[in-house]
């Protein structure tokens, strides 16, 4: 009989779902298998306002099909008003802060962020417990990007010692030495920041379907994301950033970054975890850190997945949208035990 | 009146013609700006024999369809008998010495790099005086390739003084510095390492047209090639490694390295050398330093530029064959003046 593996309430705490066509070709695949993810508002325009947070959540709820599965909504961040988080704040789990230009959909980003521009909407996150989710990345040479961050998540975390400041989607050993040091920071990892580096999408043919921001980085890096991962470490969470792209707009003469990743996200991080011998850890980084650091009760799910080959589709479509995802065509050691 | 300049004899020593559909497209885009190149001997199979040297060099000539422009022709590098090399050695410019695998069909290249295994081809060559043209990879990190080579241009430079090693199309700060350690050594560069670094390639959207081996590095290194090559330093050659490959190969999941430049590469270096107010160093690096380095006269052809927009067709086609070239669709500020 095959080797299973049980997870319990697997948690996406990072991504994309889109709207229409795409939402509703993408969001039941990872309701299938989630019960919950914190979903990102980087919509045109962005979800800023409580009318468009609950509009694009009650499409999520209608496009995701499985009642088991619950979209943790966040707000693209601006300055709020303390009203405004007050009367908006049981409608999200965090608000998500992008420097301006600096990925996808993110023009109406933060051009400076430091503590005294953005001391009163940070205050107000703060008193009311809402954490910020960054993506950290600066405007300077790709591979330095996240590296040179760092410093503006120390101050952030020295400033607002309450405020829960999550880390998005880190790639670089910086960012996970910089976990220990503050109390207050956290993380999120994906699949592929686990597996690839820079050679494998530049380093031999050139692979737009690995290509992400931030960008994977060196071998170090890797590592150290690999052992904080592995070894349950609490302040790390599973955050795919499952990025999904229309195919033609991935294979162009100018390809959009993310990996789609969110239907096999669950098999590749079990292969992953198993091959290191550490699958009694998987829980603790697709589901219990998170559970504990968001503070939440999502819908319960048992996920059961067995050792035995699954083929990774060519792609995923409906009528209107074709993704390819990471792995396309390959085969992977684990698959999900029928739902 | 538009400003003007004059490029006496321009010559690209380092150049992939390909072959049959491909070498009709391109080579007459290099003949008629260009007085020769060195061509690159990576076909399928690659050139390893005087017949093969031989037809290639009579096939390049048909396909080119201009009487003032020599292909200047080199052997794959294998490990060849003196005899063979004196029989050969008036139809080459000379050998060029790819690593094992680490780019476009360098499949049958060396595995293993050292004086040693090479002693009895590198002093042959040495003897004879027939230059060693080199692609200076490790298999290592994608942005660490080149510099962790320099080891091995130090060792061959010691090892074989009287040889002419030229380390091709050079991306790293590293290279340059190394130039003037050795006096048996020399440089091509290449247009896009003048001008892009990976922000370029994967900073912002992901560019297949600009992705080439060695991959375009940091700003620091970019800045180090400008300043060799602007300043007309002896040792460096313009060698454009114009690598055509099909659009639809290089818009694809696996897009294969090379950036073709073969019919914008003198308008792009005038903008450039004009732009930083060094016109009068561009002979210099695009043709002088390649007449003293390998001794050659090749014929005699002027090429006058002026500035006046020149917008870049968005490709370059045939009956079979369709390339995308650098700035396809873009405006340069310098044009030839039709020939």
């Not at 349950?232 to 707009?249: E, I, L, Q, R, T």
Request: aromatic fraction near 8%; charge should be negative.
């Amino acid at each position: 009989m095959a080797k299973t593996v049980t997870l319990n309430t697997p948690l996406d705490m990072h991504l994309h779902l889109r709207d229409a066509s795409m939402l509703e070709l993408v969001a039941p695949l990872t309701a299938q298998t989630f019960s919950g993810a914190l979903v990102m508002p980087n919509l045109v325009p962005p979800v800023t306002t409580r009318e468009d947070l609950i509009a694009y959540k009650q499409r999520i709820i209608k496009a995701s099909k499985n009642d088991a599965f619950e979209p943790y909504m966040t707000l693209f961040f601006q300055q709020y008003s303390k009203a405004f988080l007050e009367e908006v704040q049981d409608e999200i789990i965090g608000i998500k802060l992008y420097p301006a230009g600096i990925t996808t959909n993110s023009e109406t980003g933060v051009s400076s962020i430091d503590s005294q521009t953005l001391r009163p909407t940070l205050e107000a996150m703060s008193d009311l417990g809402i954490p910020l989710c960054i993506h950290g990345e600066t405007n300077g040479f790709v591979m330095d990007r996240e590296k040179e961050f760092m410093p503006i998540y120390e101050s952030l975390a020295k400033d607002f010692p309450k405020l829960k400041i999550i880390m998005e989607h880190i790639t670089t050993k910086e960012a996970v030495d910089l976990l220990a040091k503050y109390e207050n920071l956290y993380a999120t990892i994906t699949v592929q920041h686990l597996l690839i580096t820079l050679d494998d999408v530049a380093g031999g043919m050139l692979k737009p379907h690995l290509f992400c921001k931030p960008i994977a980085k060196r071998y170090e890096d890797r590592e150290a994301l690999l052992q904080v991962a592995l070894s349950a470490n609490p302040k790390v969470m599973f955050g795919s950033d499952s990025a999904p792209h229309p195919k033609h707009k991935k294979e162009s003469c100018g390809c959009a970054a993310g990996v789609f990743t969110a239907p096999i996200a669950l098999q590749v991080l079990t292969e992953l975890f198993d091959k290191h011998d550490c699958l009694e850890n998987l829980n603790a980084f697709v589901s219990e850190n998170a559970l504990k650091i968001y503070d939440i009760t999502p819908p319960k799910k048992e996920i059961v997945l067995e050792k035995k080959a699954f083929q990774v589709p060519e792609n995923y479509s409906n009528d209107t949208e074709v993704v390819v995802p990471m792995y396309a065509g390959e085969t992977i050691a684990w698959s999900l035990v029928s739902l």
